[in-house]
């Protein structure tokens, strides 16, 4: 029998399991671990041994560019794994995935997650749902990154974060942002204050609070409601969160 309290647990995925395909999947494969601001969790290219159904907190997945320059492409919160690829039949890592921000997750190994799914159809449908929904999260992150103005890829890119933390107050530096959205410092920093002239956020010493969530999202542009709305498709309401991923 698992020690693990599913109804204790905040990952989505590992919430919505039916009790016996949970238990036998923490008996057999699940460790809780804290997760550190900055932490790699997988290196592109090497060979995917771990998993992590994220707690809270949230992951960036990023592409490395030839020059050696991450781009992000998607967020992780507690909706989702990092290493869902391996699903797939994946064995390499194609992005790198880093820790945002600290937190927690269950950790498994991919030859452990792999052998569940087997005899865990509920686990195995939410898996392929979640890559899915993290799968339209890229493509609309590209159309966005090419076709919207900084302004609106600022807010939607809050509004992601803020989906996956615990609170209106996001630990965020204007350097990190600029890494995140594959720009200048400088223009984040006008970007960042334009959104807090208009009062919807406001920025001090390394620390972003959300204080108009309307008018945050009003202020993005229509790739933030897209997919929020194919999270809620493929996984269903969230049991509480400010948006649809946590």
């Given at each position: 029998?698992?020690?693990?309290e599913?109804?204790?647990?905040?990952?989505?995925?590992?919430?919505?399991?039916?009790?016996?395909?949970?238990?036998?999947?923490?008996?057999?494969?699940?460790?809780?671990?804290e997760?550190?601001?900055?932490?790699?969790?997988?290196?592109?290219?090497?060979?995917?041994?771990?998993?992590?159904?994220?707690?809270?907190?949230?992951?960036?997945?990023?592409?490395?560019?030839?020059?050696?320059?991450?781009?992000?492409?998607?967020?992780?919160?507690?909706?989702?794994?990092?290493?869902?690829?391996?699903?797939?039949?994946?064995?390499?890592?194609?992005?790198?995935?880093?820790c945002?921000?600290?937190?927690?997750?269950?950790?498994?190994?991919?030859?452990?997650?792999?052998?569940?799914?087997?005899?865990?159809?509920v686990?195995?449908?939410?898996?392929?749902?979640?890559?899915?929904?993290?799968?339209?999260?890229?493509?609309?992150?590209?159309?966005?990154?090419?076709?919207?103005?900084?302004?609106?890829?600022?807010?939607?890119?809050?509004?992601?974060?803020?989906?996956?933390?615990?609170?209106?107050?996001?630990?965020?530096?204007?350097?990190?942002?600029?890494?995140?959205?594959?720009?200048?410092?400088?223009?984040?920093?006008?970007?960042?204050?334009?959104?807090?002239?208009?009062?919807?956020?406001?920025?001090?010493?390394?620390?972003?609070?959300?204080?108009?969530?309307?008018?945050?999202?009003?202020?993005?542009?229509?790739?933030?409601?897209?997919?929020?709305?194919?999270?809620?498709?493929?996984?269903?309401?969230?049991?509480?969160?400010?948006?649809?991923?946590?």
């Open positions: 029998m698992s020690l693990i599913q109804s204790s647990v905040k990952n989505r995925i590992l919430a919505a399991l039916p009790a016996p395909e949970f238990d036998a999947l923490a008996a057999k494969a699940l460790t809780r671990v997760l550190a601001f900055g932490q790699p969790l997988q290196r592109a290219g090497d060979k995917i041994e771990l998993v992590y159904f994220v707690e809270n907190g949230f992951i960036s997945a990023l592409a490395m560019l030839a020059d050696g320059q991450p781009l992000e492409i998607g967020l992780i919160g507690s909706e989702g794994l990092a290493g869902v690829s391996v699903v797939l039949g994946a064995t390499n890592s194609y992005s790198e995935t880093m945002q921000t600290g937190g927690a997750a269950y950790r498994a190994s991919a030859a452990a997650l792999k052998e569940a799914i087997v005899e865990a159809p686990l195995r449908d939410l898996l392929l749902r979640y890559v899915h929904a993290f799968n339209v999260q890229v493509a609309q992150t590209a159309a966005c990154n090419a076709h919207h103005e900084l302004g609106q890829r600022l807010a939607r890119w809050l509004l992601a974060a803020h989906d996956r933390s615990d609170g209106a107050q996001l630990s965020l530096t204007q350097d990190l942002i600029a890494v995140m959205l594959g720009v200048g410092r400088s223009t984040v920093s006008i970007a960042a204050s334009t959104l807090q002239r208009a009062g919807v956020i406001r920025y001090q010493h390394g620390h972003i609070t959300i204080t108009d969530r309307a008018g945050l999202e009003a202020a993005a542009c229509e790739c933030y409601q897209r997919v929020a709305n194919e999270y809620r498709s493929m996984l269903g309401e969230p049991r509480h969160a400010p948006g649809i991923p946590t």
